[in-house]
């Protein structure tokens, strides 16, 4: 089975796995039909993280994508210009794109269908063109005045100076090309061949600092993920420089607490998740960064006496309007996600993305991708963990998540949508913990987000923030809610995109699921 945010991408993974490919295998062809079909939200100008469980050997490994700030990038760098962040777009906010060395480094693993199949389906796509779907055409619409700003970006990307409308054929013909070569000739030619130089020239003429050098020293590495358990199952992540343990912050909190009795989107429920979330994000702006580059107590924030001491002083009845860090001796956007299991048994949750919509802005046009602005997440406070030097990785907002049951696979899944995700990814894993609610409806439930934390850039909450909720929560809900001292706005978008597939412990068949606010669907056979 295969769960992809685009049918076409969840088509080419299947058709994979029909042809004796493994997870890993039909995962890489599905992200390169994605980078494709959905160019605003992933592509080989970004970074890949992805959590595989290996059914011959029954073990789970983690594998870090992300790509490093370009040697010349320094703190001096910004403040000699008088900048006080990094711009959120534009060539200064690129650090180098992970997603090619990532595709490859899996494959060697964990693949056994050659790279040069496994990328036509996405070389065919952006040859003869695909038509666009629903929600990848609006997104792509509201992008127009960034892709305008850049001339690369418009000639690629707003072909007769405007977006394809929905279910226009749309074609990539110098994305297809750059495919083909890395089909042909391997990682190399992205990271120290005609690819990386063209990069260089692209990089000099606008004034980025991404050189061929920087591409050339990239490398990926595999991790050990880490878990906490609830309610009997394990539930796992990626370790920083992801946001993935505020997931299981969130959790260790909540699982003190009867959510089952607070019943599901209620005010009390949803108090509970608010202020589980902005104590764990007030951990995320502080310690969460590259492990490579400072020493992190990850540890220590996920133990269960942590946990308590945390819980404590969450007030059942009132929104905190601030957290201040609990334990001081510890000093130290869009996105595509996608699951896959085969028919062996081998899972692969993998989350691949540029962050903000078209990422940087800035598209080589005869390259037919963008840069993604993953730098732009750095602080330029010194004294901060992720704080900008050369050679270092950014914090990073796309996590992969998955759930092990008795030591075996249970459950691939992931939400996209930057800050988002750790939210997301709780309510979906409570949806089916607490509430007994299957893969697609623990999708389609009713979301909410808390905005306002503070950030590993800077801006500490102090007005404890916003609550947004989806049309069709109860009235009773969100005046419960604001009798608590929440701010309450109803909005439709912002909620992220989940896909996920379980594994019926019983029987090993495969249960997806894909949520409507994207176009994707789960498929298996």
Not at 102 to 121: E, V
Not at 171 to 179: G, I, P, Q, T, Y
């Amino acid at each position: 089975m295969a769960a992809t945010s685009q049918p076409l991408a969840t088509a080419a993974a299947v058709d994979v796995m029909r042809r004796g490919g493994t997870a890993i295998d039909a995962a890489i062809a599905a992200n390169a039909v994605l980078a494709v079909v959905e160019p605003m939200s992933c592509g080989i100008g970004g970074d890949l993280f992805a959590i595989v469980w290996d059914a011959k050997t029954t073990t789970l490994s983690g594998f870090n994508g992300s790509g490093r700030a370009p040697r010349a990038c320094t703190r001096d760098l910004f403040i000699g210009r008088a900048m006080e962040r990094i711009p959120e777009r534009g060539p200064l906010s690129w650090s180098v794109p992970g997603c090619v060395d990532g595709w490859f480094s899996l494959h060697q693993r964990y693949g056994c269908i050659p790279m040069s199949d496994l990328l036509a389906p996405a070389i065919q796509a952006a040859r003869d063109g695909f038509p666009v779907s629903p929600v990848i055409a609006q997104a792509w619409d509201e992008s127009t005045d960034l892709l305008c700003a850049d001339e690369g970006a418009a000639s690629t990307f707003l072909p007769g100076g405007r977006a394809p409308c929905t279910g226009e054929v749309f074609r990539n013909l110098a994305l297809a090309d750059v495919m083909e070569q890395i089909a042909v000739l391997g990682r190399d030619v992205f990271y120290c061949g005609e690819i990386a130089r063209e990069l260089d020239a692209y990089a000099c003429s606008i004034g980025a600092v991404l050189r061929e050098h920087d591409l050339v020293e990239h490398r990926s590495n595999w991790i050990e993920p880490v878990s906490v358990d609830y309610r009997g199952h394990r539930v796992w992540q990626l370790p920083p420089n992801t946001q993935g343990i505020a997931v299981l912050e969130m959790l260790q909190i909540l699982k003190g607490f009867d959510l089952r009795a607070a019943g599901h989107n209620t005010e009390a429920y949803v108090h509970l998740l608010v202020e589980a979330k902005k104590l764990a994000y007030e951990d995320r702006a502080r310690f969460y960064a590259d492990p490579d580059a400072v020493d992190l107590p990850i540890t220590h924030l996920l133990s269960s006496e942590y946990a308590a001491r945390q819980r404590e002083r969450i007030q059942l009845d009132q929104a905190a309007t601030q957290y201040p860090i609990l334990d001081q001796r510890l000093l130290g956007a869009d996105t595509v996600y996608l699951s896959v299991v085969d028919e062996a048994g081998n899972a692969v949750s993998l989350i691949q993305s540029i962050f903000h919509p078209f990422g940087s802005g800035n598209v080589p046009a005869s390259l037919g991708f963008a840069l993604q602005n993953r730098g732009s997440l750095f602080s330029l406070d010194g004294s901060h963990a992720n704080s900008l030097a050369p050679g270092k990785r950014p914090f990073h907002t796309i996590i992969p998540g998955f759930v092990t049951q008795n030591e075996r696979p249970a459950f691939s899944f992931g939400v996209m949508g930057g800050d988002m995700q750790p939210q997301g990814q709780v309510q979906v894993l409570l949806n089916l913990l607490e509430f007994g609610m299957d893969p697609q409806q623990a999708g389609e439930a009713l979301r909410f987000r808390h905005d306002g934390s503070s950030t590993p850039v800077g801006a500490r909450m102090c007005d404890g923030g916003e609550v947004f909720v989806e049309p069709g929560f109860s009235a009773g809900t969100i005046s419960g809610l604001r009798q608590r001292g929440h701010r309450i706005s109803v909005s439709a978008g912002g909620y992220g995109g989940y896909q996920g597939i379980w594994i019926d412990p019983r029987t090993g068949v495969r249960i997806g699921g894909s949520e409507p606010r994207k176009d994707g669907c789960a498929f298996g056979y």
